[in-house]
């Protein structure tokens, strides 16, 4: 179990980039998440994969955002035309089942929009 | 629909002394609940879990959680804190489905 791992783990991007964070969950969990953290707040869910399939989207995920786990391994999360509110952490975890089986998270991304 | 909710957003205990962070969940089926703890610039890590059984949690680093569902609470406690304590904790809450739900989260200090 080498842990679920983010990459990179700080990104600052000036407003209107694009942006793509990577998720490599561990190895034999099948489901993945995508989650949102900003300060003073806990998670707030983004997106769900069950192996490769896209199963639900938040209403936080505008069309701005999108997200992929192609092969049913890593995941990548793009944000485009990035503005200064999604400046926040942004964080994956996977589990190799449904509750009450835990979420494995990774140590996140922080992500500032200038 | 589930929803979980942290009362006081701040605490601060003496080193040695209890720590006592509260819980209150909702959930028209029976819950699955989580405390997790998060050290700064770092992801989310379980501390314990109740999911059926035994009331009474214990988890890592000393704490434990009971599960009351008169009280509909799954408060985390410690008998005493140490200086490493000092995170951030969320309790979460989950239906048996994927969703996870986490409350706001309770920064806690400890003071030497």
């Known amino acids: 179990d080498t842990g679920v791992s983010q990459d990179p783990r700080h990104k600052i991007t000036k407003r209107g980039q694009n942006v793509t964070f990577r998720c490599d969950p561990i190895?034999?969990?099948?489901?993945l998440y995508w989650y949102r953290q900003t300060l003073g707040q806990g998670p707030e869910f983004l997106t769900y994969f069950q192996n490769e399939a896209q199963l639900e989207k938040s209403r936080l995920l505008s069309d701005r955002f999108s997200a992929e786990r192609p092969k049913g391994s890593f995941s990548t999360l793009e944000i485009q035309r990035t503005e200064q509110g999604d400046s926040a952490m942004y964080l994956c975890?996977?589990?190799?089942?449904?509750?009450?089986?835990?979420?494995?998270f990774g140590n996140g991304t922080r992500l500032t929009v200038t | 629909a589930q929803s979980v909710t942290q009362l006081g957003s701040h605490v601060s205990v003496s080193e040695g002394a209890l720590v006592l962070l509260r819980c209150n969940y909702s959930s028209s089926v029976p819950p699955y609940l989580f405390w997790y703890v998060q050290y700064p610039n770092q992801g989310l890590q379980l501390l314990l879990k109740?999911?059926?059984?035994?009331?009474l949690v214990k988890g890592i680093n000393g704490f434990e959680a009971e599960f009351k569902k008169s009280e509909t609470s799954f408060h985390l406690t410690k008998p005493s804190a140490h200086m490493s304590d000092a995170a951030e904790y969320f309790c979460a809450v989950s239906s048996g489905t994927y969703k996870y739900i986490f409350g706001t989260g309770t920064r806690l200090k400890v003071l030497a």
């Open positions: 109740y999911t059926t059984g035994a009331t």
């Open positions: 190895s034999e969990h099948n489901r």
């Open positions: 975890a996977s589990s190799p089942r449904q509750a009450p089986s835990p979420l494995h």
